[in-house]
């Protein structure tokens, strides 16, 4: 299934990006495009995304959560 494929690539190779898996995913077999694959990804996501937001200031708030 590709569910089960994608999931398994993302957590072997935790620091790519949906581009990146979709081209393994191509690679291995899949008749897939990046779009079908960042749908999925943002579906299954846990949790709200991450902001690109840096300094001591949001360091210091993720330690209170």
Do not use: C
Not at 10 to 36: C, E, F, P, Q, T
Not at 56 to 65: D, H, I, N, Q, T
């Amino acid at each position: 299934r590709l569910f089960d494929d994608l999931v398994a690539l993302a957590r072997a190779h935790g620091r790519l990006g949906y581009r990146k898996i979709a081209a393994m995913l191509r690679s291995s077999g899949w008749v897939v495009n990046d779009k079908r694959v960042e749908r999925i990804w943002r579906q299954e996501a846990e949790g709200p995304e991450e902001t690109a937001q840096t300094g001591p200031a949001v360091a210091e708030r993720r330690l209170l959560r």
